[in-house]
T-cell receptor
Framework: RKEVEQDPGPFNVPEGATVAFNCTYS??????FFWYRQDCRKEPKLLMS???SGNEDGRFTAQLNRASQYISLLIRDSKLSDSATYLC??????????????FGKGTHLIIQP | DTAVSQTPKYLVTQMGNDKSIKCEQN?????MYWYKQDSKKFLKIMFS???????INETVPNRFSPKSPDKAHLNLHINSLELGDSAVYFC?????????????FGPGTRLTVL
């Protein structure tokens, strides 16, 4: 079973629409959760951390459901500049593994004018 | 100023060669990492390292070795390169390591093994 699973997409969405991504994680001991954004041929950059109570940053809202091991990202009023790959990320204390982040494969979003 | 920098940006080499990728961070962070992103865009941790401890992902071949001359640098040395090593390698750093610290990534080094 993959540690972090996401729908790879692509999601083709008209500008101004609302779009939601989901991901699930397998390690119930995970403690920290993030959404990163990666543009084509660029490095990943932190979009936002995800907190248990849910959190919002402008047009972006993240939710965490620990019981279901499920994380979501909602983008409202999407812009052309939102086109990118969105990576669901959890910490990876996997016992003997490197203490880095575990990335999902990403969801590719294309905002169409 | 670039927070996390890597050199070279592109590296093309023959199978069997030995190569190094350099990484430097000017953020004053305590922990640095190396990730590999393969052709399927899957990003996977290879190493994490701070002043006290190197943690190696068990799936990483021992041909790969990180070398840290000081806190601001974590270089990646690869021996006997293989075709499957072709990927983009990202260096990253964080203040004090997981669980909650933001990691900052370098621009990546695109390695092609012929």
């Amino acid at each position: 079973r993959k540690e972090v699973e996401q729908d790879p997409g692509p999601f083709n969405v008209p500008e101004g629409a609302t779009v939601a991504f989901n991901c699930t994680y397998s390690n119930s001991a995970s403690q920290s959760f993030f959404w990163y954004r990666q543009d084509c041929r660029k490095e990943p950059k932190l979009l936002m951390s995800v907190y248990s109570s849910g959190n919002e940053d402008g047009r972006f809202t993240a939710q965490l459901n620990r019981a279901s091991q499920y994380i979501s990202l909602l983008i409202r009023d999407s812009k052309l500049s939102d086109s990118a790959t969105y990576l669901c990320v959890v910490n990876s204390y996997s016992g003997g593994g490197a203490d880095g982040l575990t990335f999902g494969k990403g969801t590719h979003l294309i905002i169409q004018p | 100023d670039t927070a996390v920098s890597q050199t070279p940006k592109y590296l093309v080499t023959q199978m069997g060669n030995d190569k190094s990728i350099k990484c430097e961070q000017n953020l004053g962070h305590d922990t640095m990492y190396w990730y590999k992103q393969d052709s399927k865009k899957f990003l996977k941790i290879m190493f994490s390292y701070n002043n006290k401890e190197l943690i190696i992902n068990e799936t990483v071949p021992n041909r790969f070795s990180p070398k840290s001359p000081d806190k601001a640098h974590l270089n990646l040395h690869i021996n006997s390169l293989e075709l499957g090593d072709s990927a983009v390698y990202f260096c990253a750093s964080s203040q004090a390591g997981p669980p909650g610290d933001t990691q900052y990534f370098g621009p990546g080094t695109r390695l092609t093994v012929l």
